[in-house]
């Protein structure tokens, strides 16, 4: 079993939707990401944060907008995606060491019509 | 700047063959930390096995083992006997110490296992 959940685990949504993906986490990790990967390929980072606070943006679309509500919850909300921005968006957290694994959640597959 | 080769694209088993999966990786950095990661047709990247760039030992989980060489800047996994469910697209990782929250992948080999 997963120890980091996300939510929903597909979503199909138009280009002028607004929606949110949910990420949760009890291993008590500081750190947490958002990763997006698109078919046969690897992971790129998106957003991390360290103790709720933003710590990298990857130069991500600010139609891309996280948010870190607590050491246990990271969100994503999406508003006039693109066809394009359809991928596999993955979750994940570690210690905020560079030593620490990364422990990704099952991820939510995305379609933008 | 940090980078991971992992110049097998696509690797195709018999069962019970054994694999080697290679990983070459740049950094400048004297301390850094090399993963891998196994992501099965289900989706959930998984990780396998951490080691830090001062220990050199190398280390076997059952029928995983992995060589670690500083000296050629490789980070190789070898599963023997591989099964089916060995079946998936594995990552190798690099972490460097001066750069902690931004781990680079290399682009992951797809390893299919036959029966």
């Known amino acids: 079993d997963t120890e980091v959940t996300q939510t929903p685990k597909h979503l199909v949504m138009g280009m002028t939707n607004k929606k949110s993906l949910k990420c949760e986490q009890h291993m008590g990790h500081r750190a947490m990401y958002w990763y997006k990967q698109k078919a046969k390929k690897p992971p790129e980072l998106m957003f991390v944060?360290?103790?709720?606070?933003?710590?990298i943006n990857e130069s991500v679309p600010s139609r891309f907008s996280p948010e870190c509500p607590n050491s246990s919850l990271l969100n994503l909300h999406l508003h006039a995606l693109q066809p394009e921005d359809s991928a596999l968006y993955l979750c994940?957290?570690?210690?905020?060491?560079?030593?620490?694994?990364?422990?990704f959640g099952n991820g939510t597959r995305l379609t933008v019509t | 700047a940090q980078k991971v080769t992992q110049a097998q694209t696509e690797i195709s088993v018999v069962e019970k063959e054994d694999v080697t999966l290679d990983c070459v990786y740049e950094t400048r950095d004297t301390t850094y930390y090399l993963f891998w990661y196994k992501q099965p047709p289900s989706g959930e990247l998984v990780f396998l096995i951490r080691r830090n760039s001062f220990d050199e030992q190398n280390e076997i989980s059952g029928r995983y083992s992995w060589n670690f060489q500083k000296s050629t800047s490789s980070f190789n996994f070898t599963i023997t006997a591989s099964q089916v469910v060995d079946s998936a697209v594995y990552f190798c990782a690099l972490s460097e110490f001066t750069n902690a929250g931004k781990s680079t992948f290399g682009d992951g080999t797809t390893l299919t296992v036959k029966p």
């Open positions: 944060y360290s103790y709720e606070k933003l710590s």
């Open positions: 994940a957290s570690s210690q905020d060491r560079g030593d620490s694994p990364l422990h």
